[in-house]
Structures are given as structure tokens and as C-alpha cells.
């Protein structure tokens, strides 16, 4: 279970990272809204524990511009009972459930296990774009009926092109994500890779579903 915290008190966080570790969660920390709304956008989690008082975006904001950027990932916020917001205002923007601070570690696993066990409300599972689909669960590329042979560094590219198409997306976004953080190559890899993909999900077919924008990156026509 893959989860992301975010919250500014790096003490706090780290803690829950360290105990929900244990119990075998993968736990990613954001320590600002902006950071963490970008990661909720972007990244793959089961659960997002988000603090309310927070730098740069707050609590409130993040959750209400992922809900309508329809990102669905349950969402778990932590209130203070002294704070501007209470537990009804973090319902009517469409957290899944709330926990008041203080509180107890033992009370927090058992709110994160009630939340993935009701699980997110469905979501397409498999990426599109015109005839072009993609499904991460079964490692499948297709164009129409036909069946696409993708290295795993092209499916990874060509699903983070779709998951943000009609965007433009720069090759220094790409190699963050499609590639190590810490790599520290030349960004032309990415051209490189946009080539390989180019020469299979669209030249034998005619198509340019991959646009160049020139100076500022690619963008996946949907
Ligand atoms: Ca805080």
C-alpha cells in the first residue's frame, strides 16, 4: 500500500512514516501543499493523510483541487480542535475521514485500514487516447486490435504521456518521472525515447499522437 502523508510538522510526519513502514505501507512525505497537491496529482497512492494548516497550499485547498482535477484517492485529514476548521467543514470537501490531533498512533492504523478496506470509488483502469490504449495492471499496449511491443522504459513514458494528455509536459518533468530523480544525464534521452515510442505506436499507423511543442516539451494528443 503505497501512501502519502503530507504535513509540515517533519517530527510528526517522520513518526507515522516510520510506525505505518512497519506495517507495511510504502509512506512518501510532502512537507508543503504545493509539493504535496503535485505528488497527489501525479503519483500513484492508496491513501493520503493531509494536514490542514500547511504551507504554501492548505489542507483545504489541496483536497479541493485534487477532487477536481478528479483525483479519488482517499483522503484522511488531520484536524486540530482549536484550529479556524472543524471535522464537518473537512467532510464537506470531500475528505473520506478525518482524525482530531492529538491522537494516537493506534487510533490512526485503524482509520487507514477502515479507509483502504472501503478502497476508492472506481476508476477507469485503463489509459486512452483515441484507438491507443494502455493497461499498467496487465502490462498491455494496443493500437486498435493491434498488440504494441513496449520496453518497460517506453510503457513507463508513454503512461505518463497519457495519464497528463493534452498537456504539455517538459523533458526535464519526464526524465523526473519516467526516470531516476537523481539522474543526471543529458535530457536528450528523452527525445531518444519519444523516437522509439513514436516508431511504434505511430508510424506504422500513420499517426502523430506524440506532438513536439517546440522549447517547451511534448504533448500527447487525447
Ligand atoms: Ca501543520
Redesign the pocket.
Known amino acids: 500500500m503505497r501512501m502519502l502523508i503530507i504535513?509540515?510538522?517533519r517530527g510528526l510526519a517522520a513518526a507515522i512514516a516510520d510506525g505505518l513502514a512497519s506495517e507495511g505501507f510504502v509512506v512518501e512525505a510532502a512537507y508543503d501543499g504545493v509539493d504535496g497537491l503535485w505528488r497527489a496529482l501525479h503519483e500513484p497512492h492508496d491513501v493520503i493523510v493531509l494536514?490542514?494548516?500547511?504551507p504554501g497550499l492548505s489542507?483545504y485547498e489541496v483536497l479541493k483541487r485534487m477532487r477536481a482535477a478528479n483525483v479519488w484517492t482517499p483522503v484522511l485529514m488531520?484536524t486540530?480542535k482549536d484550529g479556524e476548521y472543524d471535522e464537518a467543514d473537512a467532510l464537506d470537501l470531500g475528505a473520506d475521514d478525518y482524525l482530531s490531533k492529538p491522537f494516537s498512533y493506534v487510533v490512526l492504523v485503524a482509520h487507514l485500514r477502515a479507509l483502504l478496506r472501503r478502497g476508492a470509488p472506481p476508476r477507469p483502469t485503463v489509459l486512452a487516447a483515441n484507438d491507443l490504449t494502455l493497461d499498467p495492471a496487465r502490462r498491455r499496449c494496443r493500437r486498435g486490435n493491434h498488440e504494441i511491443d513496449l520496453t518497460a522504459r517506453e510503457f513507463t513514458l508513454l503512461e505518463f504521456l497519457l495519464r497528463r494528455a493534452g498537456q504539455v509536459v517538459s523533458k526535464t518533468e519526464i526524465l523526473t518521472h519516467v526516470w531516476d530523480e537523481n539522474f543526471d544525464g543529458d535530457t536528450n534521452i528523452v527525445e531518444v525515447y519519444v523516437g522509439y515510442l513514436r516508431r511504434k505506436i505511430d508510424a506504422p499507423f500513420d499517426r502523430r499522437t506524440i506532438e513536439t511543442v517546440r522549447g517547451a516539451g511534448y504533448r500527447l494528443r487525447s
Open positions: 504535513e509540515d510538522e494536514d490542514i494548516m500547511l489542507g488531520l486540530a
